[in-house]
């Protein structure tokens, strides 16, 4: 996939392409194919498997399935219909039966989500040890702290960068607890189909309810009653990514103003040149990264307002709103999570210009200081830095605690 006008979109690979959704759909076919068999809802002979899915839309134009989806609405119609084609009977009578289409789009696009997020929540561990890192290592480096852009009091480099390090904290937090849920409830959410389908069946609701059961865990979701007008997952998907993209950009927003040639007190480690002025370094990782920080939210917003707008069992144009603006909205966050990764990993730090810009500064910036002491009726102690340490600490242990839980998961994975 490509895109001229959003550079760096190659970092999010096959994630939420057409593709991608498409095999996404028929993995959802498979599953249920799988569970009603499986339950003895349907027949043994109509068992079919995503790679005999797989091989029967091999030969389908991708291009031409888009246009088929105009006409209901939704890609699971024509997609359905051309594998219906394309299968033995009985495998082509029982395709799909007991599920609707929005069941198939809405539980593919989790799969999706959950590759894109899952990715996410790698990039957020790597940048965790990176700053942690980095934090420690500059946790005594003189800087000039700003407010409002002007300078304010003296801090460390250490303490910013601990800043960044619990925005990123804070997003690992949101990601590491969301779920994944499958939606499966019929026309309009009462498994009416499945449970006729099941009519031979000892208890046909209880066997529905195994079927659903069956095919969550053969696609490794989580159980979850149909969904399918309480939009949840979606917008705390974009709600994470938000939470990301915001510690990103502002991990980008210090590095621009901090690598501004008058300032130099960061570089990026391989900046980006210009087309007409070849002295140039351009601070290109940060520049996109914003650029994602600042589109985020407004996609998040499309998808709170989908969800605020469910009506009856199914939401006319709401929930056709979430699709494409949930995939832009994880690939970009796909794509700034490798480049906020690489961006911190290689930032140059100038300590010598941080030590020169505090000290031109003047004693101006011991203002508060001064005022403070006067107040308590004492001289000016020797901690212009406040609890700059001990906060440091407090992020780093933050930091810590991650790291060992992540180990933990791992070694018990």
Known sequence: MSDLLWPGDHRAGDLFTDTAIRDAMLRVEAAWSEAVVAQGVAPEDSLVTFDQLSAAASDLDLDQLSIDSESGGNPVIPLVSALRQRLDAPAAAWLHRGMTSQDVVDTALVLESRRALETIADQLLMQVETLASLTEAHRETPQIARTLTQQAVP???????????????????????????????????????????????????????AVVRHATQALGLDAAPPWHVVRTPFTRYAASTTTATTAWGHIANDVLTLSRSEIGEVTEGAGGGSSTMPHKANPVLSVLIRRTALTTPPLASTLQLAASDAVDERTPGGWHAEWDSLRILLRRSVVAGSQATDLVRALTVHADAMAFNLSAAGSAVLSEQRSMASLAGHEPGGQPLGATSLLIDATLRRAQAVHRSNAHAERTR
Not at 174 to 195: I, K, N, W, Y
């Open 155 to 209: 801090s460390t480099f250490g303490m910013k960068v601990a800043h960044w390090l619990d925005g990123v904290l804070d997003a690992h937090d949101e990601a590491a607890a969301l779920t994944f849920p499958a939606q499966f409830g019929g026309a309009a959410g009462t498994l009416s189909a499945l449970v006729e389908l099941a009519g031979a069946q000892p208890n046909p609701q209880e066997c529905a309810l």
